[in-house]
């Protein structure tokens, strides 16, 4: 077996730095919000503007009991919120950084991807 390389004082700043296990446990949680392409489209529609239920159904192609359900994960994990007019339902990205995460993948994607796939990026 080798022996590690790093001295213990860097090891030790290293150890120092590393998020906690339930913080990685809570950005597991948030990444998986991104794990799903229609849920993924859903981010991507309502970063562009407030939606409600059957606008999302009509845009992607959905039916609203499939869109109501993913809003309720997306909702429940705090990426959505709502607002009421009348009996209607609107719903908008809590917060900028959830679609500029998405940006970030997507910029990643485009530096990796080979030149035939960009395309389907």
């Known amino acids: 077996m080798e022996e590690p390389v790093v001295s213990e004082s860097t090891a030790a700043l290293i150890r120092h730095y590393l ?3 339930a913080d990685l446990s809570d950005m597991c949680a948030f990444f998986s919000l ?6 993924m489209k859903m981010i991507s529609a309502l970063s562009i503007a407030e939606l409600c239920v059957s606008d999302i159904a009509m845009i992607l192609g959905l039916n609203q009991t499939t ?3 993913q809003l309720k994960l997306l909702r429940d994990a705090g990426a959505v919120s709502t607002r009421r007019e009348g009996k209607i339902i609107f719903y908008r990205i809590v ?6 995460v998405m940006m970030t993948g997507a ?5 990796i991807l080979p030149p035939e796939r ?4």
């Open 19 to 21: 998020p906690s296990n």
């Open 107 to 111: 910029i990643y994607l485009c530096e």
């Open 118 to 121: 960009k395309r389907e990026a």
């Open 95 to 100: 917060n900028r950084h959830i679609a500029d």
């Open 67 to 69: 869109v109501s359900h």
């Open 34 to 39: 991104f794990s799903d392409v229609t849920r």
